[in-house]
């Protein structure tokens, strides 16, 4: 129980000290931090507007959390969900490449679910790479995923910029718009595209997937002790890069989504960074999918303030950067303070000072 | 190809191998000294990129290019600092702490870098290997930057200290065992958190390199990952300082490919080539790592998490 109650305040705290550490670091900017903090809630959560902003910024922020959360929770630090995210990115624009512009697709939803299926392998194959050279190779997974990611950023700008490219795209190379068939839509009234729900199912999906099923239950194990599942006769190289495939399968299909529902048209845009947030927002989260959800909304607030920030105070855009790298830093520092351990931490301080 | 293409290509090669080997090889210095003390710093990248944009704005406020190396070392020491203390706080994992650090020191980077992306700043006086050519390409292709023969010193410096004294012997002791060196009364934490700030200090130099030589601007793709392939260049060197520099001109020489295609007219494929060092990373990885197997080398501290 004591452990629950730290797992939500231990974050909060972190949260909280990252946005005054924030405040003071604009106050040496010669902004006045209440202005900045208001803004900032504003922007992310003040009206209808910024929560349909927040909202949308979230959906892409949950899949590609999870590409961080779910092998995590099989042991592994994957970073590279930014190449996964650009790489479905790159599968919706081939898909739709590919598909003779004829091919009226019957339903919309049909279109939707091809674009996703397309973008979630090419980043699952992509993450599981990564997986699989650790579990063959003995690779560290940490270092191959990102090295990857660059890979896969550099295959995207080869297409988007060579055979994918549209040639009426001049200043920003960009692939030929989606037919309409494939694009994703809007929810209803509002303004958020369908990713929202998808972020959110995967969420809901993964989080029941690691708790309530047996081959879920085999990845935490594996995750644990990966000896022990492997005395008990668990095959932990093919759980681990199950883990890596669904994981990149979020990522991917969080390319896709950004494609189909967003820019409509694959070009450099869509390296915007969601990759790297995503590992914030997993580590926040303790790599739990369901805590991913609020922490998406949270991380993807603070980037939609982030353009208000920009306009009204005159910020840069990486203000919102440096917040979530405080807040980086602060979560894991949190870690230091779990379970009481501040005192036996505060007595080995006063033997070192001794 | 003709004889005149094929000298500036192999020319192309070997000064950007010398040009873009220069961060690089300042980077895997860095990390290999955190290393030999039994932590990993991944937040090298967030490092470079922050002290690439400290020495630019050093240099350029203050007009002395110096100024801006030091700046860069002071600033890449300060977030490796940061690196060190949280590690030494119980539960706190090296390799999160890193990616925390990356994200930290490339958003405060491209913070304060904003007003950079426009002026020009003092740069690096360059060194002319190419003077013996009459061709102007491979003149300017051969123009060595003044800090790559700091760096090779650097390197001999750390592997002598490394075999010769005692600082070097107490570094390589506690990433070798921290019981051991605990047994001997020696701070592992303090010896840990002091090779951590010397690394960032040597990777700093190499965000210097970044941007106070060609082609000397400062924006905000200045490094895509050449801090975490140092990482792995590292590995490859298999933690010795003498070895970091050939890896370094290798990957260097990967990197220059891109470029050098295209200085003879080959556009073809661009960033295919530019992918290259990433997957010379790669493919030297596979070649060098087994599954459960200690690279011969490496510190005991690092193999035993």
């Keep these: 129980m004591r452990s629950a109650l730290e797992d939500i305040l231990l974050p909060v705290a972190a949260i909280v000290a990252a946005l005054l550490l924030f405040g003071l670091f604009v106050m040496l900017s010669g902004l006045n931090p209440l202005d900045v903090w208001r803004l900032l809630f504003m922007g992310a959560f003040g009206d209808a507007y910024s929560w349909q902003n927040t909202l949308q910024r979230a959906a892409p922020l949950m899949l590609t959390a999870l590409c961080v959360a779910i092998p995590a929770r099989a042991g592994l630090v994957v970073i590279g969900g930014e190449g996964a995210l650009v790489l479905g990115g790159l599968a919706a624009a081939v898909l739709a490449h590919a598909l003779p512009p004829s091919v009226a697709l019957s339903s919309p939803l049909a279109g939707s679910v091809l674009v996703c299926l397309a973008a979630a392998a090419a980043g699952g194959l992509w993450v599981m790479l990564a997986g699989w050279l650790r579990q063959y190779r003995g690779i560290n997974e940490t270092i191959s995923s990102l090295l990857l990611a660059y890979v896969a950023i550099g295959l995207f700008k080869h297409f988007v910029e060579g055979p994918l490219r549209d040639p009426s795209s001049l200043n920003t190379p960009s692939t030929y718009e989606l037919a309409e068939g494939l694009r994703i839509g809007v929810m209803g009234a509002s303004d958020v595209h369908w990713g929202l729900a998808v972020g959110v199912v995967a969420c809901l999906v993964a989080e029941l997937w690691l708790r309530l099923t047996p081959s879920g239950f085999s990845v935490r194990v594996v995750g644990g002790n990966m000896r022990a599942a492997q005395l008990v006769g668990l095959p932990a190289s093919r759980l681990v890069l199950l883990a890596c495939l669904l994981g990149g399968a979020a990522a991917g299909v969080a390319g896709g989504i950004e494609i189909a529902a967003v820019h409509t048209k694959a070009n450099a845009a869509l390296i915007a960074g969601y990759g790297y947030a995503g590992i914030l927002v997993a580590f926040m989260a303790r790599h739990s999918p369901l805590a991913v959800i609020p922490v998406a909304i949270l991380f993807g607030g603070f980037g939609a303030a982030g353009s208000l920030l920009q306009r009204r105070l005159g910020m840069p855009d990486a203000s919102v950067l440096v917040l979530q790298g405080l807040a980086f830093v602060l979560i894991l520092a949190s870690e230091a303070l779990r379970g009481g351990a501040w005192r036996t931490w505060l007595r080995s301080a006063h033997k070192v000072a001794v | ?305």
């Design chain 2, 1 to 305: 190809m003709n004889f005149d293409d094929t000298l500036i290509f192999l020319a192309g090669i070997l000064g950007g191998a010398l040009r873009i080997g220069v961060p690089f090889l300042f980077v895997s210095l860095g990390e290999c000294l955190t290393e030999k003390s039994g932590r990993i710093n991944l937040g090298l990248e967030g490092v470079l990129v922050f002290s690439a944009m400290a020495a630019f704005g050093a240099s350029w406020l203050s007009g002395s290019v110096w100024v801006g190396v030091l700046a860069a070392a002071l600033c890449g020491g300060l977030l490796a600092l940061l690196h060190g203390l949280l590690c030494s706080l119980p539960r706190v994992n090296d390799v999160a702490t890193g990616i925390a650090l990356m994200l930290l020191g490339m958003g405060l980077a491209f913070y304060f870098g904003k007003p950079l992306i426009q002026p020009q700043a003092p740069q690096l006086p360059a060194i002319a290997l190419g003077a013996w050519s009459s061709s102007s390409a491979v003149r300017s292709a051969l123009q060595i930057n003044a800090l790559l023969p700091i760096g090779l010193l650097l390197a001999c410096v750390m592997a002598w200290v490394f075999a010769n004294t005692r600082v070097g012997l107490l570094v390589r002791l506690v990433g070798d065992s921290a019981q051991a060196a605990r047994a001997l009364g020696y701070p592992v934490a303090g010896v840990r958190i002091a090779a951590t700030v010397v690394g960032g200090m040597i990777a700093g130099l190499g965000g210097a390199s970044l941007t106070l030589f060609y082609p000397g601007s400062w924006n905000e793709g200045i490094s895509s990952g050449q801090g975490l392939i140092a990482v792995a260049l590292v590995i490859f060197a298999r933690w010795s300082p003498l070895r970091c520099v050939g890896a370094a001109l290798l990957f260097g020489a990967a990197g220059a490919m891109g470029p050098a295609l295209q200085s003879i007219g080959i556009g073809w494929g661009y960033h295919l080539f530019n992918t290259l060092p990433y997957v010379l990373t790669l493919v030297i990885l596979v070649l060098t790592c087994r599954p459960g197997a200690v690279i011969a080398g490496s510190p005991g501290e690092l193999s035993a998490r």
